[in-house]
Every structure is written in structure tokens, then in C-alpha cells.
């Protein structure tokens, strides 16, 4: 792509300044609308502060006028109990009446007492009534307490009473209630000092109204509720408070008013509900000035719109090519063909030119991918990736670890097995055992039957390969042993599995036919380790290593190992020097090394040691096996295996 001569691109900083000048009229839309915004903010706050100030206002204003109510009846329960007045007397009468005089809030107190009920007004509370108590009447209460709102059944006005029981020297006498009427309440909120506009409120629970501006001096023959009051305000706001997470709190309203409540516990069943909320709209005033500073911002942004259309079309063009070369990518890949005009702007034919590089190595990559990835394992394809140069991988001799493992009886077993439950019961076997191997960083070379072929140390060089194949080992061997237990509750008796490692040099890279490859490792040390696996067989152990491992692994807490013996088996020269690892408390008793040593250097005492070792610890195959070969052949370590 060859920027035509006669056009010099320009930078885009010269671009973005000619559209920031066009955009200037709308900076100023901006800042109007921001204006407006923060006069809004500020009529919310002002609301939630006026609110809230209400809302304070109430409470206090409201437990100042009931605390003579309640001083009322906790006066009298305390002389009761006292014995200073008994409540059948002329002198109790005559106290209520001095005391409700100095309580004017009171509509009327009551006192229930066995077989009577006498009520004093708050209108003339020399002249006391008396009832008859009703049978069904319950006891005394044992508390003080506010009642929930009823029914007075005499005049039928809704009613809120604090009742108190009366007792001396722990005798129930009666209890004695003192009522305010809601309209009362109501008549209290109406004169209360606050900011026009600002309504107060009391509930009981979800619904009951207690007071309400709008209740005053209104005759009521029912509780009111939110729904009778019809106050659209009351009725939308939601009853957060009834949830104890939200005891106090404030809500906007679905037309933007802001209500505040509080919620205190009187001791009914019910919470009281104390709130609070504005009628109006505080930048009324403001919004006619704003709405015409609106309208001249508008004029100037559409200008800048248009403007600034005119140059993001110049910048579309070449951004529009970028996406629909990248788009026939996606469709057909690296090697698609793709164009891309030249650009007026430097910046954007610079991304051009470097999205046509990035396609030509995407297509480099996609032929390695494509001609290596018959490989199994994935990282000999990354690790290519990250070289420059070359693309083929070139065989090299690598020191390198190997696993090998077998899966005791598997071959008769599955005779006896439908084709499908071998293959499910191998496919997951295989996959426990890969996961462990990819996490401890090894590669799988092959699977062969029941048994599996690991590499440590390639293609991806690593110093601890032996390290990283010894915890494989003891990785592989706690997934196995759960596999098993598992297939055996199913009632399949999977047999153990069992691991060799051992580490060496080897020739690793591709290995077979030029139509299907496969990445691995060949050599003694492959041969070796294969056999090596296979001794489990003979010594009935699960895990073995070459004391060249041993060598490599640094030593850990967490896993111990022992001498087995010094092996030589068919196809190869010299001698295997075999250890056992476990990585849980060890099967081998706390003698056996230097048992071994005196094997090995042919003690006199060596055989009389093993046999009394193996008779305390008869099941220890090592030990059997060694003691079998010194009856046979004399103590020592060393044998001589004539099959894998």
C-alpha cells in the first residue's frame, strides 16, 4: 500500500483540532446541562435536608407530647405501688383528676380493676363514669406498654392508649389506660412549626395511619388507612421500614420526591413509622432560563455535529478497510487477500501498513501450526512459536526424564468387559492420569495399551525433570488409587497401577512417517525406564525409580525412599540400582537399609537378618523376593531378570 504522491497525510492531532474547535458550542451545551444538573442536585439535597429536619422535628416534637401521657400513668402505677393510693379509693379519683389536668393531652383515662371499669374524660375528669367490666376482658398486663391503635367502643374514634398495671406488694389491683385520639395526633402535626410544603406523618405498621395533617378536626368512623387518606405521596411510599435492615432511612419517589422515615419500637406488635416528605419543586423558579440557555446550546451543538460528521467520515473510510480485511481474515484465514487503500492520515496509514505485516506472520505461524500439528503434545508447537528462524524441529541429544506406567490386570479384565465400559473406563483412567502429568510439566509421548509413556525435560528444557517426574509419580499414584476405589464400588476390580521412573540421556524429536508424526524420545534410557516399570512385577511395588533420579531430586519431608536391589535385565548392559518411594508412611521396616547393606556386602549375619526380618514383616515383597534369590543363590542384591 503506496500513499498517492500528491496527497500528504496529516497528522491526526491536526484532525482532532479542527473537531474540537467545531465542538466547542457543545462544551457549552455541556456546561448548561451541568448547570442544570447541579441546580437539581441541589433541590434534592435541600429536600432531603428539609426532610430530615421534619422528620427530627416530629420525633421530638412527638415524644415531648406523649411523655405526659406516659408520666401520667407511670405517676399513678408508682403510688399504687407504693400503697400510698388504692385505686377503689376517692383519694385515687381525685388524684386522676388533678393529673389529667396537668396532662390536657389526654383524651381519657381508664381504669380496670375486678368486676368494674371506671373512665374519667379529659373534658370533665371530675366526673368519672362507671362500667361494668366485661367478662371476656383479659388480665393485667404485665408490662407497660403502648397499645396498637383501636376503636374506642363508645364513640367509636380511633384511638392510640399507653396501659399500666397496677400492683402492691405483688398483687395484680388492675390496669390503668390512658388514650390520646389520632385526631388529636393528627391536630399536633397540623400546627406543627415546619417548611411549606413538608408533610409529616406516623404510621402503625404497613398501613394504619396515626396521624396525618389531612386527619385533623376530620370525623373518622374507622382506622384510617394509606389508601383512605388518598394522598398519592402516603400511598406510593413503599414499606421499606418494615424490614429491619431499613429502620431509619430515605426513598426517592417515582416522581422524584424525597420521603425520610424512622422507625421506633413502642413495645406493640407493630413499629411506629415517623416520616417525612416535600410537596414542590424548589428550581421552579430556575427552569424557564434554564430551558432557553437549553435550546441555544442545542442550536450550537447540532452545528458541531455536523462538523465533526464531516471529519469522522475521513476517518471511517480507512478504519471501515481495517475492519473488513480483518473480517476476511476471520472468513478465510492468514493467507486471505486482502486491500487496503492508502490513507490522507500518517497515523492511520501506519496501522495499515502494520496490520499487512501482522497478516504476513499470522500466515508464517499458521504454517507451522499446520505442519506440525500432528504432534500430540501442544507445547512442542508453542515452544516452535516462540523461535525465530527455523521451522522444523531438529532432533538433539537432552538429558530428559521418563514415566512409565502399567495397569495391573487390565488385559484380562477387560475380556470380560463390553467394548463400551473398556472404553470409558480407559478414556477416564488416561485423562485422570494426563491432568497430572501436563500440571507437574510433562508431555505425553504415547499410550500403549493400558500403560502410558511421560517425558519430562522436552521439548522444553527443564533442570528439575526428575524432580517434576517424581511428583508426577506420586501424583499419578493417589488419582489411580481413587480411580480404582472408585471403579470398585461400580463393581469393576480395577487392579494398581504401576510407575517406573528413570532419567538419562536421550535423542528426543520426531519420530515416524512423513504423513504422521509423533514427538518422543529414543534410546537406552527409554529402554530402560520400560523395564524398569516392569519390575514392580517382580518385587510387588507400585513405585520405582533409578537411583539417577534419586540422584537428581533434591530430598523433600514429604516422601521417603529405600534400596531395592541392583538389576540386570535382558537387552541391556550394566546393572538398574532400584529404589522404592512412597510418599505416605513407609511399608518397610526401620532396619531394612542396613539390612540391605549387610546384603550387599555379603555379611556373614546378612541371611540370618533377612530371614528374622521378613518374619516381622511378612509382607514385604522386596524383602521376600531378596530372601527367595539368597536361598537359591546366596544373599545379595543383585539380579538377574530374564523378561520385562
Known sequence: MTPKAARKPVGIAAALTAAVAALAGAAVVAALMLGYRGARQASDTLTDARATATLEQTASHLISGVDGVVGLAQALRRVVDAGRLTPATPA????????????????????????????????????????????????????????????????????????????????????????????????????????????????????????????????????????????????????????????????????????????????????????????GDLIADQRAGLIVLAVVGGTILLVAIGVAWLLSARFARPVEALAEAARQIAAAGPAANVHLPPSGLRELQAAGEAFLTMRRGLAEREQIRDLFGRYVPRSVVDDLLMRDGAIEIRPERRAVSLLFTDLQGWTSLAETLPPEQVTDILNGYFAALSHEVSAAGGIIVDFIGDSLFALFGAPVPAADHAAQAVRCAFAIDRVAQAFSAAQAARGVPLGVTRIGVHSGLATVGSFGAADRLKYGAAGDVVNAASRLEGTNKVFGTRLLVSRTVLDQTPPAPDWTARPVARVQVIGRDGDLDLWEVSATPPPWGETWVEIYRALASGAPDALSRLVAYVGANPTDGVAARLLAEARQSGPSVRLSLSAK
Do not use: C, K
Open 92 to 279: 385515687f379519683a381525685d388524684a386522676v383528676a388533678v393529673l389529667m389536668t396537668a396532662a390536657p393531652q389526654a383524651a381519657r383515662l381508664q381504669l380496670a380493676t375486678p368486676g368494674r371499669v371506671t373512665r374519667w374524660s379529659g373534658s370533665d375528669p371530675y366526673h368519672p363514669a362507671q362500667l361494668l367490666l366485661d367478662p371476656e376482658m383479659p388480665g393485667p398486663t404485665d408490662v407497660p406498654r403502648w397499645l396498637p391503635p383501636t376503636l374506642d367502643s363508645l364513640t367509636q374514634q380511633p384511638e392510640i392508649a399507653f396501659e399500666v398495671p397496677l400492683r402492691h406488694d405483688g398483687q395484680a389491683l388492675g390496669r390503668l389506660t390512658v388514650t390520646l385520639t389520632l385526631n388529636q395526633l393528627s391536630i399536633f402535626l397540623r400546627d406543627l412549626p415546619r417548611p411549606a410544603g413538608q408533610v409529616p406523618f406516623i404510621l402503625y405498621g404497613r398501613d394504619l395511619v396515626v396521624a396525618h395533617p389531612s386527619l385533623a378536626g376530620r370525623a373518622l368512623t374507622g382506622l384510617p388507612t394509606r389508601a383512605l387518606l388518598a394522598d398519592p405521596y402516603l400511598e406510593a411510599f413503599p414499606a421499606l421500614w418494615m424490614d429491619p435492615d431499613h429502620a431509619t432511612g430515605r426513598v426517592r419517589l417515582a416522581d422524584g420526591t424525597i420521603a425520610a422515615w424512622r422507625t421506633m419500637n413502642a413495645g406493640t406488635e407493630e413499629p411506629w413509622v415517623i416520616g417525612s416528605y416535600y410537596q
